[in-house]
């Protein structure tokens, strides 16, 4: 089976700096896009930034130029280094893997989540 467990959520002041990590154990046989969102109280689970296979990158608006992620395929993790951070940037973060399992198939993975506050 496959589990992707994440970390490096915590408490951090308006303008302060985190780092989460996602890795994917289990038996995976290969690893495409891999994908951070985020989900504040009340509101839907929105994307925040993705990486291809090949080290190609997108993020949403609100978090250009301050968050950043990236993936070390050896290890099937993916980071996201987030700097600047607001308070509106409190969610539970998720991470989201499309892989190729223990079944040969590709399939799309969740996280648990991690809790990222920001306080003002």
């Known amino acids: 089976q496959v589990q992707l467990m994440e970390s490096g959520g915590d408490l951090v002041q308006a303008g302060g700096s985190l780092r989460l990590s996602c890795v994917a154990s289990?038996?995976?046989?290969?690893?495409?896009?891999m994908r951070w969102y985020r989900q504040a109280p009340g509101k839907e689970r929105t994307m925040v930034a993705t990486?291809?296979?090949?080290?190609?990158?997108n993020y949403t608006d609100s978090v250009k130029d301050r968050f950043f992620i990236s993936r070390d395929n050896t290890e099937n993790t993916v980071f996201l280094q987030m700097n600047s951070l607001r308070p509106e940037d409190t969610a539970v973060y998720y991470c989201?893997?499309?892989?190729?399992?223990?079944?040969?198939?590709?399939?799309?993975?969740w996280g648990q989540g991690t809790q990222v506050t920001v306080s003002s």
């Open positions: 989201n893997i499309d892989l190729r399992d223990w079944t040969s198939r590709w399939r799309n993975y």
């Open positions: 289990g038996t995976v046989f290969g690893i495409n896009d």
């Open positions: 990486i291809t296979r090949g080290g190609i990158t």
